[in-house]
């Protein structure tokens, strides 16, 4: 018998959950990854997308070495190179463009590709140190951080649903996103006898678990709830109290909704009145109700007024009086990740750039970006319009380095790329956006092929970039260790495996915030416009996992989702081929003719590669150049025509 050791870490991936895992460890390979059994959210199971991570590891077309690109831009032509060939290009070209432009034209681009505090925050010092620009923005959730800002409370432990008397998911799909969240929805249902409604405009695999499905129509959802407010303000059911206590201005508020009947809302969300007055009596009677959002309804121009409204209605409803009551988007432990970074290693200001618009970054900024850094994201496949920031990407003066563990569609722009380690070949503290659990992730096997984490990228960049600081001497476990609160060690947190570090229950009766229901309509709508929207799918991380070939086989082909009703205005029907397109661009991809998804809306379910082409399905080709005014990339301010298309004629030779 083969000696299996477990070493134990933790999932990286953008994900509420934060799952901690066991790596089983046999002849120095990881033979598979376990959920860990004592962890308080994950409970001895990881999802479908990670249950196989190693698959990742060990995928035959990982990177496994530097390569210097020898063709055009995009193209996919490459040549192995060495590290320090690979190193001293990079810190060569960097002090050039900080020689000819100055340190402002280097841009460092990361997201949450891993949500490690070493792989995302390492690189960050170089660039802090060096005057070159930082970040600012979100692709994902931008509206509920500019609350968050404002000082509306965002979420609480999300154990405490378990004890929600009432429960609303409001566009979130819980069982494909977050199912270690639906736990306490069971138990909530086992104590309480709690309800759960789903509003969505697609009865997913979560809605369909629910004891009532709401198809809203999309992007009326703050319309929806300043109709709940009205019916709990007219009925007497609104705890007005809390609500005077928490509300900079309740009068301005109670104003706001007098407008908004049942029958005007029904008419403008399309759904029947019954539904809005029933789903108002029940919220506010309810001791607590939580209103669980997610985040594809903020991801529209008017984001903030999504969020605004769903925290106005909790406290409308006094909900965050009790424990299991009140809002709940994300949170996180306590603990400073952005300290890993170093920014008091910048000798002065520091340009800044949003993160979610690298079409414009790279496209219109003056003076232009000279040299561009990506690590954890894959901005040609998620950012917005991304046929804009492809020809950003393809600028032949911009000078493109990227970190990572595949050949990606942005990888493919690079003219240096760096082979990163997966998460079971380094060190890393994770924290988490859906709960309280900072967790430690130890490395189970040696680096395979050339690969190195970026805290390693970093220490061999900084002497060549002429950087001596001592920071860049410090090892993954330092550079972990400057986002700990005082007094927790790395050692005590490996020792644990993961410590709950809670922020104090807000309490938003101590400090009044601006509350506010929307009142203008939803985009208006032309005839024969679709309003496109494109959901996480249930095998992927977004892009990540579209090239690995189990989740690929299980999440099948690429396919538009259209309602009945629409496909016969339009004479369509399952299986044809047929063209999405809009202004900017045109996919093609297989039809779905289907009621999970309410008239009026299509859904192209995933973030697709251009390769291969079989399945290529870049729905951001399609998503417009626009941002919220707290800066949301809008995904579902997406309006197509959809019509049949001819197969491309096959390629003969
Ligand atoms: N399996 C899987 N899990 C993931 C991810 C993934 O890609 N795959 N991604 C991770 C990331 S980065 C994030 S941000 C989270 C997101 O987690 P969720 O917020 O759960 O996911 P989304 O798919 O963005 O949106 C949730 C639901 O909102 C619905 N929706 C769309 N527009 C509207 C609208 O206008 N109103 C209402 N009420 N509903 C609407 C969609 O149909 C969808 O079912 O999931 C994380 N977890
Ligand atoms: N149309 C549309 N677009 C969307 C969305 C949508 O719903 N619809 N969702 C948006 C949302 S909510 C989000 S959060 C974004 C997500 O966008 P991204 O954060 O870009 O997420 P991924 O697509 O998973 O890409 C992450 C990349 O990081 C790489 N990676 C993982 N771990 C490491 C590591 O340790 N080191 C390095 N160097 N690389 C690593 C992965 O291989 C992968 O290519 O997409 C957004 N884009
Ligand atoms: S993606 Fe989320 S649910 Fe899946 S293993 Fe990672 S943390 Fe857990
Ligand atoms: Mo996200």
Redesign the pocket.
Known sequence: MRATTTIKGCC???CQDTCAWVAHVEDGKVTKVEGARDHPMTRGVLCAKVNDYQARTYAPDRLLHPLRRTGPKGSGSFERIGWEEALDAIAGRFKAIIADHGPGALMPL?????M?VV?RQAPMRLFHALGACKLHG????ASMSVLHAEGHPMGFDPEEIADSRFIVLWGVNMLSTCHHHWQFIKQARQRHGTRVVCIDPRRTRTAEQCDQHIAIRPGSDAILAAGLAHVMLAEGLADLDYARATAADFDALCEQVAAWTPERVAEACGIDARVVVGLAREFATARPAVLRAG??PQ?TVRGEAFVRSLSALAMLGGHWRHRGGGLFIFDAPAFDEGAAARGDLAPGPQRSIDLSALGPALTDLDPPVKGLM??????A????DSGRVRRGLAREDLFTV?????M?D??LYADIV?P????LE?F?IVGAWGHHYLTVNNPAVAPRGEAK??GEIMRLLAPRLGLDHEAFGQSDEEIAATALPDGLSIEALQQAGWLKLSPPRPDPSKSPVALRFAGDDPAPVTSDALRL????SHY???????NMPRQRKAQGVPALEMHPDDANLRGLSSGQLVAISNERGEIRVQLLVTDVIRSGAVTLVG?WWSQPRETAAL??IL?PSRWSAGGQ?A??D?FVTVAAAAPAPAVSG
Request: aromatic share 12%; net charge negative.
């Open positions: 990286p991936l953008d990361f997201y949450l590709g891993s490690g792989q979100e692709v994902c959730g985040v594809a991801q990506v690590w954890c994201m894959n901005p496949v998620v950012q917005v990227v970190l990572e563990h595949f990606t942005t990888a760096l990163a380690t997966t998460q380094h890393d984490s970026h929207l494109t959901p996480k992927f991380l977004n892009s990540s996992f579209a973030k729905s951001n998503t990339p995904y579902n997406t």
